[in-house]
C-alpha cells in the first residue's frame, strides 16, 4: 500500500515539498544546537524545560485522542466511526512520532539516548513514558495498517488482531496519565504538585485531538473524493464539547483549592501566569486569552446550531486547539518554573531558533500525517470506484 | 603482561558488546587484577551517613566567598563573568540562564521562602547563607533519574556521574533547592584554573556539589570545610561522638524546607 504516498497530484507534491523544506530548516539549525548546545534556546538553570518538552506533552494527548475514534467503534458498535478510526489512529502515529522528536531535541547528550535502555530505571517515570510511548506507536500501526489493508482486499480484519485493538483502548489514557505523573509527582514544584493534573490532560486531550480530526475530516472532504461523513464529524462535534466543558471544570477546581486555600506555594505560580510576578508577566495576555477563549468556546459548542453548521463547527474546533494548546504548550511548562525555589523570578521565553527547531518537528510530523492520509484516502477511494 | 592500549579497548569492547562488560576484559586480561587495584586508599575519610553544619554565627562574607571561591575552583566551575578571552563576553541576561553553581549565597527569605517572619532579627535578614546540594536522604532527583545517572551512595552522599547523563534535566525539575545547573554551552572558555583533579564537563550535561567525594577517597576535607575556619564542619549523623552530633546536640538548626519529606542533611545553625 505503501505506494500509494508516492504518486500524488501536483498539490500533493507541493505540500510535501513545504513541509520537507520546513524541516530542512529545522534539522539545519538542530546541528547549530549539537554544535553550541542547549544555550540557543531561552531555557535556563530557573527554567530547565521549555517550549520542546510543552509540545511534547500537548502531542501526547493529541496522540491519546485516537481512543475517542477506536473506543465508541469497538466497545460500543458504533459503527459510524468505522469509516474515520483509520484517521483518528494515523494521527495518532503522526503525534507520537512528533513527541519521540521533541524529546530527542530537548536531549542535551542526544548520543546517550540509549542509555535509559542499557539502565533501565524503574522508579523513573521517564522510564515508563518511554516504554509507553514506544508500545502506543507500535499498537497504532499495527492496528491501522492491518484494518485499512483488510479494508483494501475486502475481508474482514484478521482474528490475531483482536487483542491488539482492544490493549489499544486503555493504553491510550495511559500514555496521557504517564506523562501526567512526570510533573505531578514533584515535591517542590507547587502548580504541578495537584492530582487533577492527569485528569485536567485527558480532558484536554479528549478536546483538542478530536477537535483536530475535525478539521482534517473537513479538510480530507474538500481536497479529496472521499466524505469522511456528516454524522462522523457531528459525533466528534459532541466528544469536543463535553470534553472541552470538563476541561474549564477541572480548571476551575484547581482555582478553587489553590485561592481559598491560600497557600504560596501554589498560588505563586498563577499569579505569575495570570497577573505577573515582580512587575515580571510575558505570559499573562495569552493566559487570559487561553481561559476565557476556551470558556466561551466551551459554551458556544453547547448550542446545537453552533455545532451543526460546519463553517461555526470549524472556528470553533480551531478555538479549541489553539487554547489548549496556549494552556499546555505555553503555560504549563513556564508556569512550573516560576517562581524558581527560591521564590525568584526569571522568565522564560522561546527564542528563534527554539521556535524553527518546533517548527521543523511540527513539519515532520505533518509529513507524516500527509503521506499516511494519502494512502488511507486513497484505498478508501479505489474501495468506493 | 603486555597489551596495547588499542588491543585492549577492542577486547572490552567486544566483551561489552556481549554483555560482559569491561570488568570481564579485565578478568579475562589480567585475572584477579581488577579487584587489587579497586581497594580503596587507607587514609580515606568515611561515614555511614554524612551531614553538614552550617554555623551562620561564625560565616562572614569573606569566608562565604572563600569556600565559593575554593570549591569552584577544584571543580572546574566555569565563572561566566570572566571568560579566558575577553572576546567570548557574554551579556548579562545569558549569564543567568546559562549560570552554574554548587554552593552560593542567598538571603534568608530565598533560602527558606515561606518562612519568613514578621519579626525576625534585623541581623539574619542581613545574613547570607551558603546554600549547596543537601545530600537528601529521601532525594527526589535521584528517584526520578532515567538513567541512574545521579544515585545515592550507600554512606549518603548523592553522586552524579557526567559520563553516564543523557541531560534530560528531570533531576532539575525534581529538585526542591535549585542545586543542579546543566551546561548549556561549553563551559571550558570560562575555567580559568587548570585544576586536575576533577574533570571539565561537556556540553549538555547536569552537575551538582558532589560533597567532594574525590577529596574524601584521598582522606581531605571538603574544599568548602576546608576553608571556612569552622564555620562549616563535615561529619557522621549516626556516630554520636561525633563533631556534627555535637553542634546538633547542643545548637538549635535548621533545614530547608523539610516539610518536603526529602530529609535534606545540611543543618544550618543561626
Ligand atoms: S538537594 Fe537537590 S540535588 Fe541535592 S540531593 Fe537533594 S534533591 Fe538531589
Ligand atoms: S539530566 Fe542526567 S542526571 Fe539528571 S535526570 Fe537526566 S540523566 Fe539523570
Ligand atoms: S562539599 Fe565540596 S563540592 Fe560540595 S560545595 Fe563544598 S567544596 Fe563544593
Redesign the pocket.
Known sequence: MFEKALVGTRRYYGVLGFLLLLSGIGFFIYLKQLDFGLGITGMSRDVSWGFYIAQFTYLVGVAASAVMVVLPLYLHDYKAFGRIAILGEFLAVAAVSMCMLFIIVDL?KPSRLF?VLLHPTPNSVLFWDMIVLNGYLFLNIVCGWTVLQAERNEVPPPRWLKPFIYIAIPWAPSIHTVTAFLYAGLPGRGYWLTAIMAPRFLSSAFAAGPALLVLLCLLVRKYTKFDPGREQIQTLAKIVTYAILINVFFFFCEIFTVFYSQIPDHMLHFQYLFAGLEGKGKLVPLMWVSIVGMTITAILLIIPSVRKNETTLAVACAAVIVTTWIDKGMGLITGGFVPNPFEGVTEYFPTMPEALITLGVWAIGFLILTMLYKIAVSVKEEIRA | MSISRRDFLRIAGFSTLFGLGAKSAFEMLAPGELEAKLTPNPKALSAQRWAMVVDMRKLNEQTAEKCIEACHRVHNVPDFEDPIDPKDKIDPEEKIRWEVKWIWKEKYEHAFPGQAEVAIPEKIHKLNFLLLCNHCDNPP?VR????K??WKREDGVVM?DQH?????????AACPYGARSFNWRDPRPFIKGDDESYPTREIG??EKCNFCAERLAKGQLPACVEVSKGALTVGDLNDAKSKVRELLRTNFTIRRKTQLGSNPQVYYIV
Open positions: 542535551g542509555n | 532527583c526520578v533519574c532515567p538513567t545517572a545521579t552524579m553516564r547523563c543523557i541531560g534530560c534535566r528531570y533531576c532539575m550535561v547536569v
